[in-house]
């Protein structure tokens, strides 16, 4: 009896002990300590084996608890996945980091009839991590920079270290590596991010993204476990040489009155179209749209009108400039002409529309420089004709445009690559004149298009007739006068 009395609280202590291991410990609100692996892999999926390239990716992602792969035991890793299913694993990502519960999030926005991605998309939608910008997508497959768009934004951005931030920032700026990711890349921010904090490296010794290929189930478990796991976490082993040369071609921080080599002294009462269009340029050197006239004597507003048409005219032939409408306020008896240039349709968005237009021209000759596609020792001819393909290349004519549209300025070209003929005109003598390259618009009541001074030498070059449907044609470039008046006389 005694014995049994000295054995029997240690037994009961023992079973006490072990119960208390299978008490899960809180978890803690919003902290990556959350992300445990609570089960252990033993082959579950037939496809995926040690020496499978995502086995340790997928093995995670089994092993957090955020799959069980397909119900015939295999995982799929080459199979495609939707928008909405990435998604789905996102949402689970970030309610497991905020609750503890990869289900718990996406719970409170569960009704009946919905697809399945709805809950998740609801959630993440809630804490800011989406809007509504992939709406009536989510059932189609994923591009990897869809991808990258939903899972940068998964977790607060404390939360993921930037471990790589000076080497992506120096080998993407230098256009060494990540080359097929640029300004234009559909959320090419969150591709970088996902760079700089490891989450990728890219497909090849390049650093090559793929942003429009579709993404594949053992590519999301990867990209999903190394926001979990510190440890699966990349740094590429890139080298990144350094471009000294750098400094010399960038034109970042030129402004829109840098622009203006005209003769630019302002004459307050013009007397001819020369100081008409003198003072115009003056006002585009001062970054302002409103031109202050004062002849001092009785006007009428026959002339008032005469001197807005001719001050439009002159506007028009800086269509890089992006004015191409006038409001015209006279007071008779003084002489005063206040001249007040915008952009149809633009209203007070202008300056925004600018400001985008010009950043973009920049980071686009940048980048052409920096990738080698244009160099110093390059003519003037040679390099306007680059950009004469490169905006063949990435232009199509808006035939839906009205005389209302923004496509009239140069403003969609870049946003969103479409334009009719003076936006075509006005991104190229904007990137034109990046370069150094002396460039005017020129029109008839129907056209308009641009004529440049190349290596000393006068041409005319219409880069909306030089967007063929079949490719480029470069019939309309380096036009002489005459060639000209046969495609549109003025």
């Known amino acids: 009896m005694i014995h049994l009395k000295l054995r029997l609280p240690g037994l009961l202590l023992a079973l006490v002990l072990a119960v208390s291991l299978y008490i899960p410990a ?30 340790d990716n997928v093995t995670a992602l089994y092993e957090y608890g955020l799959s069980v792969g397909k119900s015939d035991g295999t995982f799929g890793p080459k199979d495609g996945m939707t928008v909405g299913q990435i998604v789905i694993f996102a949402g689970r990502i970030r309610s497991l980091y905020a609750t503890g519960n990869a289900e718990s999030g996406a719970a409170a926005f569960q009704t009946e009839g919905q697809s399945a991605y709805e809950p998740y998309l609801a959630y993440l939608q809630s804490v800011g991590a989406l809007a509504s910008e992939l709406d009536g ?9 869809q991808t990258a768009h939903v899972l940068a934004a998964a977790l607060p951005a404390q939360t993921l270290p930037a471990i790589n931030d000076e080497l992506v920032t120096r080998a993407y700026a230098s256009r060494q590596f990540i080359t097929d990711v640029t300004e234009y890349t559909p959320y090419y921010n969150d591709i970088l991010a996902l760079y700089r904090i490891g989450v990728s490296a890219g497909s090849d010794s390049a650093g090559t993204f793929g942003p429009e290929n579709a993404v594949t189930r053992g590519a999301a478990a990867a990209m999903l476990t190394r926001i979990m796991d510190p440890n699966l976490r990349l740094t590429p082993a890139w080298t990144v040489q350094e471009t000294p040369q750098a400094p010399n071609y960038s034109v970042a921080g030129t402004s829109w009155g840098d622009l203006v080599t005209a003769n ?31 002849y001092g004597t009785y006007i009428t507003s026959a002339q008032a009108g005469n001197v807005m048409n001719k001050a439009l005219a002159v506007v028009k032939s800086y269509c890089e400039q992006m004015y191409n409408s006038v409001q015209c306020t006279y007071e008779t008896i003084t002489g005063r002409v206040t001249l007040t240039f915008s952009a149809v349709s633009a209203e007070a968005n202008l300056p925004a529309y600018r400001d985008y237009t010009l950043q973009a021209a920049i980071a686009l000759h940048d980048q052409l420089w920096a990738e080698g596609t244009i160099t110093a020792n390059m003519t003037q001819m040679e390099k306007a004709r680059v950009y004469f393909k490169w905006i063949c290349d990435n232009c199509v004519y808006d035939t839906t445009a009205g005389p209302n549209s923004l496509s009239h300025i140069g403003y969609t070209l870049f946003r969103h690559g479409t334009a009719v003929c003076d936006g075509y005109s006005g991104a190229y003598n904007l990137l034109l004149k990046l370069e150094g390259i002396d460039c005017y618009a020129l029109s008839n009541p129907d056209h308009i298009w641009t004529v440049a ?38």
């Open 137 to 145: 997508l989510y059932k189609g497959p994923a591009t990897r920079a």
């Open 26 to 55: 809180a978890a803690a609100e919003n902290s990556a300590d959350n992300f445990v692996r609570g089960k252990t892999y033993a082959g579950e999926f037939s496809d995926v084996t040690p020496d499978s390239v995502f086995h």
């Open 453 to 490: 001074t190349l290596d000393g030498t006068s041409y005319h070059i219409d880069t909306t007739w030089g967007d063929d449907a079949n490719g480029v044609d470069y019939r309309y470039f380096a036009m002489t006068e005459a060639q000209s008046r046969s495609f549109h006389p003025w």
């Open 264 to 294: 630019a002294t302002y004459f307050p009462a013009p007397s001819s179209q020369e100081q008409l269009a003198s003072s115009v340029a003056y006002m585009l050197s001062q970054e302002t749209n409103v031109l202050e006239l004062n």
